[in-house]
Each structure stands twice: as structure tokens, then as C-alpha cells.
């Protein structure tokens, strides 16, 4: 468990960093099926890019890495794919997702209330949050879990075209293949907002303490104690 | 307050080494099994090897294992896109403009290697071995796509009247823009959807767009769909072309196989 979380954070900052140097490439986003410089985009980053046949208003060009960005992309994609297939099948297995998912009697958009007043408080985890999730915790880890990185595989292969040849609605559900790009874009951020403040808990928490627990799997309670 | 450390449970107990162990023997007798299986199956492209190795095996193996004969996406005419964006190419050389000035008329397309019969072809010959349309899309690696209608000869009929060979692995093609050259799989050279194309949107192919011939390939990306092409080699070496990485792109940093 605690070896696939360290191995995705590693496949997660190659996927990010080659991503962001592939977007460099064309920082301009559709919706639909199709788009290029000849079309009306979505959106564009205000950035120079890294060809010179897209019009950025920059006259500077930045530098071309797309080619070992894309190798590591994929093979980082392969890493967090086949991680992500370990973890599931463990979770699954040892129970572990039991942990994730709130419990039943916490569907409540109260629950919800209740833990982030308690937040707002600073009020200490009581016992059970101690060695467990809270409500707010474990609905972020079942949507990163569940909802993003699922989306994030399915976009990436709607991207893909030989993918999408023998399997053709994993574009067309999405709107099509440049939908799939910008939603692609999209979930990367959502990703980044759950990393940023699931670093910033763990810091909160006592950084060192959550580490070595993350990097050993054993809790020392008594030495946090004053 | 309850420690939750067992000190009973040494991090490195015997058991654990011992089950550490077998893991790792069982998990390099898979991989060696998996390189067998592989190398047997074709499922290793030119270019797989290095540190992006792995990645690129991986890719191209599932690929092909899933997508074996699925024909390309085909849109509806009312999908094609009204302004394609045509892309850089580099300035033609003294011969294209040559070429151009007849009207194409003395473009030729070698066809050699391991085949029955060498031919040189002119595009009235591949117009007369049967012309088939198709409503593609042409997506770069960038990011950029669009969508066109196709017009071509698939490059499988030329092949097959060549007479190629039965240990023909692969097929390389060569542009003549300087030092472009490209190849793909037999699986990717026998699909209907592999044209050689002289016309688009109901027009001559224009030459921005690799007229007055290019091998259009839809269920891989843009790069690998190379613009004038003027031969084609049946081969069952493919480490003889270039740094024997499969086709020119490799060499920058590119994978061979962009079907993703």
C-alpha cells in the first residue's frame, strides 16, 4: 500500500512535467472532435510555445522537448497504470477501501458541516479519526481514487488513435478527441489542488510524524506526546 | 494512550525476506517469459530499447493486441474540417520543383526490397489499381487535429502487385523531403485504411498537404503519415535503414510507433 503511494507520486510528477512540456507545444485547447491554429479555441494559455506555427503573440519559441516528454509520459502512464492495478486489486482485497469510503451513516451534507466547522476550529481528530479517515478525507480519497485518475486514463486513451479505432466511444462520449484533451487538462488541475492539499494536511498533522509513518508504516504515539 | 508499534514485528523478519525473494525470482521468470513471448509475436517495435524502452514495448504490445484489425475512425462529411491546417514543411528541393512544374506528371514511386517484382510507379499506375475514399482525421503529436477526405490507393494493392515476400516484417517509406523516412508493421501496411493518397476534399492532394503523394496512416499520428513520397521498401531487417531505430524520428527523440 504504502509502496504504490510513493510510486504514483513518482509516476505523478513525470506525468505532470512531461505533460506541461507537451502542452507547450500547442497551448491553445478545443472543444469537440477537431481544432488547430486554423480554428476558434476554447481557451488559450498566454505562454510562448514551443512551435513556430502557432501564433502566440511571443516572438520567442521555446525550446522543443516534446520527444522524451512523450516517452516518459507513457511510460510513467504505464507505472501509474499498472500501480494503480496493483493497488486496486490489494484494496479490494485487504479491505482498504472499507476505510475509504464513508460510512453510511455519514451521507449527510451535515456530516460534511460538522467537519469542516471542525476544521475551522482546529479542534484536535478525536480517537477513530486518529487511526482512520474523517468524512472530508475520505470523500477526497474515493473521488482522487475512483473519479480523477480513472478520468485521467480513460482521456489519455481518447487521445489515442489507434485506441480509439478499436474502441471509438472512448472519444465520442467525451464530446471527441480535443474534448478529451481539455478535459484531460482540466483533471491535471483538480490532481494538483488535491496534491497541494494533501501536502498541506500532512504538514499541518505533524510533517515529520505522517512521513515516517508513510515511509515506514509504523506510528510512534508516545514520542509525539509531550 | 495505546502505542500502536509492535515491537515483536522485526521489519526484516526471515519470512518476509523469504517471501521478498520468491516475489522477485517469480517476477524476472515473468518478464523473461514476457520477452520471449514478445520477440516471438512481434511485439517489440525497432525502437525499444533505452531507458523509454519499456514504455514504448508496453504501448506498442497492448496496441497491437487490441487493436488487431479494427478498422481507423471514419466521420461523416459533414465532420470535415472547412480550414486544415497544413503544417511546416521544409522548402522544396530543385527536383520537386521540377516535378511540380510538369504537373507531376514524371513522379515516380520505387517500390523494391523483398519483393517479386522491383516497379516504378507513376500516379496515373496507382489511379489505375483502384482508388478508395475515406473521411479521416490527421492528429498531431502537438495536440492539433482536423479532419479531411482522403482519396489513395491502399498501399497493401501495390504490395500485392509487387509480390511481396513472405518474410517481409516491415515496410519502410521515403519522402522526398531530405532525409525523411518512415516505416510500419505489416499489420499496419496490409490495412485497407493505409493509402497512398493523391486526392483530398475532391481535389488533387495539395502540396502543403504532401502532394502529390502521401501515405496516409489514420490509426497512428500525423508524423508518421509522411508527405512526396517516392519509395517504398519491403524488408524483413528493419536495423539495416538508418540507425536501424525503425524510421528517422527515433533518432530525434520520437517513438516509432504513434499510435498513441
Known sequence: ?226 | MKSNMKPSMNPISRRRLIRGGVAAVAGVAGLAVADRLAKRYGLIPPDGSGIYGPGETFTYACQRLLTTRTPAREFSRSMISKNPFANAVAPPNDAFKRLAASGFRDWRLVVDGTVAHPMSLSLADLKALGLRSQITEVACEEGWSYIAEWIGTPLSGVLREAGVLPQTRYVVYTSNEEGEWESIDMQDASDPHTLLTMGMNDGDLPVPFGGPLRLRLPRQLGYKSVKYVNRITATDNIKKFGKGLGSVDPEYGYAWYAGI
Not at chain 1, 481539455?182 to 510533517?207: D, K
Open chain 1, 1 to 226: 500500500m504504502r509502496v504504490t503511494h510513493w510510486l504514483t507520486f513518482i509516476a505523478f510528477v513525470a506525468l505532470l512535467v512531461t505533460g506541461g512540456e507537451i502542452v507547450i507545444s500547442h497551448p491553445r485547447f478545443y472543444w469537440g472532435e477537431v481544432g488547430n491554429v486554423n480554428t476558434k479555441p476554447l481557451f488559450v494559455i498566454p505562454i510562448p510555445a514551443s512551435r513556430s506555427t502557432v501564433p502566440t503573440g511571443y516572438k520567442y519559441e521555446m525550446p522543443d522537448e516534446n520527444g522524451w516528454s512523450r516517452a516518459l509520459h507513457f511510460e510513467a502512464a504505464w507505472v501509474a497504470v499498472l500501480t494503480g492495478l496493483v493497488y486496486g486489486i490489494y484494496g479490494l482485497w485487504s479491505g482498504h477501501f472499507k476505510n475509504l469510503i464513508p460510512a453510511r451513516r455519514d451521507w449527510t451534507w451535515r456530516a460534511y458541516r460538522d467537519r469542516i466547522a471542525k476544521y475551522l476550529r482546529r479542534a484536535p481528530p478525536d480517537g477513530a479519526e486518529e487511526r482512520s479517515y474523517n468524512v472530508l478525507q475520505r470523500t477526497a480519497y474515493v473521488v482522487v481514487v475512483f473519479v480523477l485518475f480513472p478520468l485521467m486514463i480513460w482521456t489519455g486513451l481518447a487521445m489515442s488513435p489507434s485506441f480509439t479505432a478499436a474502441f471509438p466511444a472512448t472519444a465520442e462520449l467525451l464530446g471527441g478527441r480535443q474534448s478529451a484533451r481539455t478535459i484531460h487538462f482540466f483533471v491535471t488541475w483538480l490532481l494538483l489542488v488535491f496534491l497541494f492539499v494533501h501536502v498541506a494536511m500532512v504538514a499541518l498533522s505533524g510533517f515529520r510524524k505522517r512521513m515516517r509513518a508513510m515511509i515506514t508504516g509504523y506510528t510512534r504515539d508516545r514520542e509525539e506526546a509531550p
